[in-house]
C-alpha cells in the first residue's frame, strides 16, 4: 500500500488549501478513507473521514470549513480547506478509517501564516 499526500504550502489566515491523497496497492479493508493531522508534540488525529458510500465525518473545528472528497474508488482521496487558522497549521496525512499505522506516506506540510 502507498499514500502519497500532495498540496501542502504557506497560506495566509482566510486563505483556502486543496490537499491531494493518491492511493496504491492492495489493501486489506477499505471500507472509509479519512485525512489526520498531526501539529508539534500531539499524535495524528483525525480530521475527516468519507465512506465508500459518500457518508462524511467531520471533527471539531474543521466542521463547515473542510470537506473530503474521492474518486475512482478512493484511487483519489481531496481535502478542500477553506477560512485558514493558524491552529490548522500541521502535517497533514491520509490513510484509510480507522487508521492502520503500516500505511501512512510522508504527509504534507500545512503552514497558515501571515
Known amino acids: 500500500v502507498q499514500l502519497e499526500e500532495s498540496g501542502g504550502r504557506v497560506v495566509p489566515p482566510g486563505g483556502s488549501l486543496r490537499l491531494s491523497c493518491a492511493t496504491s496497492g492492495s489493501f486489506s479493508r477499505l471500507n472509509a478513507m479519512g485525512w489526520y493531522r498531526q501539529t508539534p508534540g500531539s499524535q495524528r488525529a483525525l480530521v475527516a473521514h468519507?465512506?465508500?458510500?459518500?457518508?462524511?465525518h467531520y471533527v471539531g473545528a474543521v466542521k463547515g470549513r473542510f470537506t473530503i472528497s474521492s474518486d475512482n474508488a478512493f484511487k483519489s482521496v481531496y481535502l478542500e480547506m477553506s477560512s485558514l487558522t493558524p491552529e490548522d497549521t500541521g502535517i497533514y496525512y491520509c490513510n484509510v478509517w480507522p487508521r492502520e499505522d503500516d500505511y501512512w506516506g510522508q504527509g504534507t506540510q500545512v503552514t497558515v501564516s501571515s
Open positions: 468519507i465512506t465508500n458510500s459518500g457518508n462524511t
